[in-house]
């Protein structure tokens, strides 16, 4: 079956560590997508990519950063500049115009111990 | 600036008691509502697009709407198991890019 594969599905990282959420998709999806969901805040847009070796930056890029390799992978770096990574991370693709929505994965949650 | 916002932000129903989630937005350029369901610890599923006043889709309990400010999501005799946190977003287009603004959502629990 098709969809979205992230991985680890809990991570945790130490104080000035980076760490990288892995994305794979095998819809044959172009565009892709990371939000980051907080208790009672809707997602919020990290990255985003439209095809393979270009990505643009959302509204919450500051301390992330991505690449975009191969059409199937989009990982995501959560770097030590980033002040409050504690959160739920969640990656999304769509087809076309996205009459059929975004496909999500089942998301990673990150812990800063 | 695209904006939406969901009501209310928690909802518990007794099985069989139907009523409707709001979701009202701000957009320039919509190019589609979505509505998702998401339950604990999991990605969002998709349920419903909606791409122009007045229409209408349906599965199964659930029936969206929509109008040009706004979409309701009505349950009909919900059950425990439609128990989650249903999402509502609009996509547009930013520069070439097309984008989705989620709401807070709506948490929903139905007693059985």
């Known amino acids: 079956d098709g969809g979205i594969t992230q991985s680890p599905k809990y991570l945790f990282r130490k104080e000035g560590q980076n760490v990288t959420l892995s994305c794979e998709q095998n819809l044959n999806h172009d565009a892709m997508y990371w939000y980051r969901q907080d208790p009672g805040q809707g997602l919020r847009l990290i990255y985003y990519?439209?095809?393979?070796?270009?990505?643009q930056k959302g509204d919450i890029a500051e301390g992330y950063s991505v690449s975009r390799e191969k059409k199937e992978s989009f990982p995501l770096t959560v770097t030590s500049a980033q002040k409050n990574p504690t959160a739920f991370y969640l990656c999304?693709?769509?087809?076309?115009?996205?009459?059929?929505?975004?496909?999500f994965g089942s998301g990673t949650r990150l812990t800063v111990v | 600036e695209d904006q939406v916002t969901q009501s209310p932000e928690a909802l518990r129903l007794q099985e069989g008691e139907s009523s409707s989630l709001n979701c009202s937005y701000t957009v320039s350029g919509l190019r589609g509502l979505f509505w998702y369901r998401q339950d604990p610890g999991k990605g969002p599923e998709f349920l419903f697009t909606?791409?122009?006043a007045g229409e209408e889709k349906e599965k199964e309990r659930l029936k969206a709407t929509l109008t040009k400010k706004e979409s309701f999501l009505h349950i009909t005799a919900p059950k425990p198991e439609d128990s989650a946190t249903y999402l509502c977003?609009?996509?547009?287009?930013?520069?070439?890019?097309?984008?989705?603004?989620f709401g807070s959502g709506t948490q929903l629990t139905v007693l059985p």
């Open positions: 977003a609009v996509q547009a287009v930013r520069g070439s890019a097309r984008q989705l603004t």
């Open positions: 999304a693709s769509r087809d076309g115009q996205g009459r059929l929505g975004y496909t």
């Open positions: 909606l791409y122009s």
């Open positions: 990519s439209q095809i393979v070796n270009d990505f």
